[in-house]
């Protein structure tokens, strides 16, 4: 009687678990549905977006299908052998292939090219040409190397040439001991060449009771360094260095109030005393008499006369060029360019101009896009009346004709996807303030890269986290690792770094390794005994809204959303969200403890 019973409820408890599986599986497909409904009105969002700034500018309406695609993540292919993009610059998508349009490159194959010029965090831009070649420098603030320099043959399609600043000794804090130095290392970069020499320089604010910032001049015979660094006890803020030619050497800085200041001939020290030049502000683009004082000035001596172009008003702001016959003026002024259009509200301002080999001048100017970052757009300069008006009556048109630099020239774009098949970094990445050299090898083993954890708190204290730039309007990255190097208490994954940052990684506890969401330094699920040695990780991210969603795979083929959205902010003021591959070790006892990068693969999904 008591088997017939225990038989009976056996029967019954059967019949609970198919009626469980059963509903289990019916909310796996309601999941389902409402992940690709979710994911359908994400696309939609972002087509009627990107067909509103085309209408905006006049443009024809294309199939934008492919790239608003947020289906599920397909398999990856297989891993080549020979080496691609470790440390060379190739397409946009890192392959042999030097990209093409529809990988978000701005050269539209026809003559022409539609703006931004790279959609990525390419902040506080200034360039130069010397001889057929043209050079971009911009801001990067704490990561490590700084002061990204890129370079191009035509003014639209560009490739990373290397950095002007290995890394920061100065201060402990840059090694992140001690404290650190988010938001410090090189701001507002200008570059010149003078005498077969490059010239770059920049400042290093400070806050309030940490004494005055500096100045920098880096110095070079190529832009590929090695590069000869001057650290200035003077504070010269938003630098535009100037090379007179009657042999005078000059650096215009201030915010609000601007100055003048001339250095020795050699540039690497200053010679007098600063000079005030300008100190009116404006209530708009239009009227003085508000609070937007002018910044970021980049200085030209053009027909015997002094240029200074300017921006003003901020994030939505516009562009002042002031104008004088003698370099401490008096400065007449002018405004040159007044557009938002092409992402409203946020005008185009500050940048260089530069003049090509048949004349005519071109300027490279940015606009803020919010956590995605600053992006610069190229446009066409105008001479009347002996001013230099920018795009077509101060307006960006978004698409123009390419500048006419002789030849054409294929498309390129600055590296992103890598196989970590080179013995040297590539170039798309900076760390996270300066690496211990120690912790991180491309060599132990080959074609990996490994990253060793050192002890830290959290993401936000943690060395070697090594960061590329996210892309707009949206952008994808999946990594493989293997995580068979861990120790107890190693977190070792892949996210979006900011503040806030999120992401997802195998923390080992005890000997069990685990599947971890972290927004912000909160556990948002958690995928308890995780026995495998490999992992693959995606992130995502859109400008619509600001977000960024995480997914993760067991096996590499299918990929599941875990977690939840990261609503990415700017915590660190103007500086962008990134890619960040990281190990860090919560207990000083897992220190050492490796896990290998196999690779990193990029797309503008």
């Known amino acids: 009687k008591i088997v017939e019973e225990q038989k009976e409820l056996l029967v019954v408890q059967q019949k609970d678990v198919k009626s469980s599986k059963a509903k289990v599986e019916a909310l796996n497909e309601v999941k389902k549905d409402l992940l690709s409904d979710y994911h359908a009105k994400e696309a939609n969002l972002a087509t009627q977006k990107r067909e509103a700034q085309m209408a905006q500018a006049n443009l024809p309406k294309v199939d934008l299908s492919l790239a608003a695609d947020f289906d599920e993540p397909e398999q990856q292919p297989e891993k080549p052998d020979t080496p691609q993009n470790g440390g060379n610059e190739t397409g946009n998508s890192g392959n042999t292939d030097n990209g093409n349009s529809s990988d978000g490159n701005p050269d539209n194959g026809n003559g022409t090219f539609t703006n931004p010029i790279m959609w990525g965090d390419w902040p506080d831009p200034d360039v130069i040409r010397v001889g057929d070649d043209f050079y971009f420098v911009s801001t990067s603030m704490h990561y490590v190397p700084g002061c990204p320099i890129a370079t191009s043959k035509d003014l639209v399609n560009w490739k990373m040439a290397g950095y002007a600043v290995d ?83 000059y650096v215009f800085h201030g915010q609000g109030t601007l100055y003048v200041t001339e250095l020795a001939s050699d540039a690497k020290s200053v010679k007098g005393e600063k000079v005030k030049i300008w100190d009116k502000r404006f209530k708009n683009a239009h ?120 030849k054409t020239y294929p498309f390129a774009s600055p590296a992103t996807t890598d196989e970590f098949n080179t013995s040297s970094l590539g170039l798309q990445w900076q760390w996270n303030h300066n690496p211990d050299n120690s912790r991180w090898s491309l060599k132990e083993r080959k074609g990996h890269m490994r990253l060793k954890a050192s002890y830290a708190e959290s993401l936000k204290t943690a060395r070697n986290t090594l960061t590329q730039r996210v892309q707009g309007p949206s952008s994808e990255a999946t990594v493989e690792l293997d995580v068979s190097g861990l120790k107890d208490g190693n977190v070792a994954g892949f996210g979006v770094f900011e503040f806030p940052y999120a992401y997802v990684a195998v923390e080992q506890t005890n000997g069990e390794k685990k599947i971890v969401m972290c927004n912000d330094g909160q556990t948002i699920e958690t995928i308890d005994r995780f026995e495998g040695n490999k992992i693959w990780i ?55 403890g490796y896990t290998d990068f196999n690779w990193f693969r990029f797309t503008n999904k």
Not at 324 to 347: R, V
Not at 569 to 587: D, I, M, P, Y
Request: hydrophobic content about 35%; glycine content about 16%.
């Open 538 to 592: 995606r992130a995502r991210v859109m400008d619509v809204g600001f977000r960024a969603v995480f997914y993760y795979s067991t096996d590499g083929k299918y990929f599941l959303p875990i977690g939840n959205e990261l609503s990415m902010g700017l915590g660190l003021v103007w500086t962008a969200n990134r890619f960040a591959l990281f190990n860090f070790s919560k207990e000083k006892a897992g220190e050492d």
């Open 287 to 406: 009227e003085f008499g508000g609070g937007y004082g002018m910044e970021g000035a980049h200085a030209y001596k053009i027909n015997g006369k002094y240029y200074l172009t300017c921006p003003a008003g901020g994030t939505e702001g516009w562009q002042i060029c002031l104008r004088s016959d003698n370099i401490y003026g008096p400065y007449e002024h002018k405004l040159i360019m007044n557009d938002s259009g092409s992402y409203p509200p946020n005008g185009l301002h500050q940048g260089g101009m530069v003049q090509l080999k048949n004349g005519d001048w071109w300027f490279i100017i940015m606009q803020d896009r919010g956590p995605i970052g600053r992006v610069p757009h190229l446009v066409p300069v105008k001479w009347v009346d002996g001013w230099p008006m920018l795009g077509s009556g101060g307006k960006d048109i978004i698409t123009y004709p390419k500048p006419e630099v002789g």
């Open 167 to 249: 890394r920061y000794d100065e201060d402990a804090r840059y090694d992140l001991k001690g404290g650190d130095r988010y938001l410090r290392g090189s701001w507002a970069a200008t570059i010149r060449h003078h005498n077969g020499k490059f010239y770059v320089g920049f400042c290093t604010p400070s806050w309030e009771g940490e004494g005055p910032g500096h100045f920098s001049i880096c110095i070079a015979d190529d832009v590929k360094g090695p590069w000869e660094r001057t650290i200035f006890p003077e504070y010269l803020y938003d630098p535009g260095l100037l090379f007179d030619d009657d042999g005078k050497v």
